[in-house]
């Protein structure tokens, strides 16, 4: 069976795949490496709850399951960080696939949502950046104090969309891709250490899809406790919780930590993206995708079936 294999970094201002250089990987180790926005917390939060069996954690889920890549914090301290873990460690990466090393002792889990849906919650994440991060990435990338993306996110959904975010991929600037990601991550969903969750999915059926990585991460599930693990993972419980929640907020990336969680955005392209913006969407996600993963990726197993199927 063909398998990933780790043939290119990724450098931007934001992250650096080449951080994993730094890092051992453990049997049983739990990589969530998802595209941005597209339940990235969501998933770490499903993971944590099931390894530790409990909605309190060692520590707030912003440390205990770091994104390795993330250059603003000093590499040597977030793999101190996961080597002092004695339990089932979750690293959380938006590493494109042939980025990240891969082991087969490691379980690998892909969250995909629709990517119109994850371009708005992307522009909602850049107008919830602190100051701090805003002026953390303009110095990095070399840009000028008073440099600014558009406002009108019309305007910034075609350069999103046709600008890569880095070499290798074909969308994503400024902050990620989804197209060219989901795209990597497909190739290899025959794999049986790699699991593919769907946001509409866990939207849909937060019991099912939980049930369904507890199958893959080999974790019984105790039926005592899992009323209470579910509740935890409930979009209303992680926004009361998001100091310990939203990734970053202990250094302050945020202007409001609970604004992180704002609102789970589901189909609202339809009435805030112009028609030429769809049909730009339409043909590109086509030619990138094909009809089963673009039918996947807006709309998960219940509109696509079951990825490994085919």
């Not at 070399?142 to 070499?167: I, S």
């Not at 086509?286 to 990825?307: D, H, M």
Request: glycine letters at 6%; hydrophobic letters at 40%.
């Amino acid at each position: 069976m063909d398998v990933p294999a780790r043939t290119r970094t990724y450098v931007t201002p934001i992250f650096d795949s080449t951080r994993w250089d730094r890092f051992r990987l453990r049997p049983g180790d739990i990589v969530v490496c998802t595209p941005v926005k597209s339940g990235t917390t969501w998933t770490q939060m499903l993971c944590a709850l099931l390894v530790h069996q409990s909605p309190s954690f060692p520590q707030p889920l912003n440390r205990l399951s770091r994104w390795l890549e993330r250059n603003r914090e000093p590499v040597e301290e977030i793999v101190a960080s996961y080597e002092a873990q004695p339990h089932r460690r979750i690293i959380k990466s938006h590493t494109p696939i042939d980025g990240l090393p891969y082991d087969p002792a490691v379980s690998y889990v892909f969250c995909g949502r629709d990517p119109r849906d994850v371009f708005f919650s992307m522009c909602d994440q850049i107008r919830n950046g602190s100051e701090e991060t805003l002026e953390d990435v303009r110095r990095r990338a070399g840009l000028p104090d008073d440099f600014e993306l558009p406002d009108d996110p019309n305007q910034l959904f075609a350069l999103w969309l046709t600008t890569p975010y880095a070499e290798g991929l074909e969308d994503g600037f400024p902050m990620g891709s989804a197209l060219s990601q989901a795209a990597g991550f497909w190739r290899f969903r025959h794999v049986p250490n790699l699991l593919f969750l769907h946001y509409a999915d866990l939207s849909a059926d937060l019991d099912a899809e939980a049930r369904r990585l507890a199958a893959f991460l080999g974790v019984p599930v105790d039926e005592r406790l899992w009323p209470s693990l579910l509740a935890a993972a409930s979009f209303t419980a992680m926004r009361a919780r998001a100091d310990d929640l939203a990734p970053g907020a202990h250094y302050a990336e945020w202007r409001s930590n609970r604004d992180f969680f704002r609102q789970a955005r589901r189909g609202g392209w339809q009435e805030l993206l112009n028609s030429e913006n769809q049909a730009l969407y339409e043909g590109i996600a086509v030619a990138r995708l094909g009809t089963r993963l673009k039918s996947w990726l807006e709309g998960g197993r219940a509109a696509a079936g079951e990825p490994r199927a085919d």
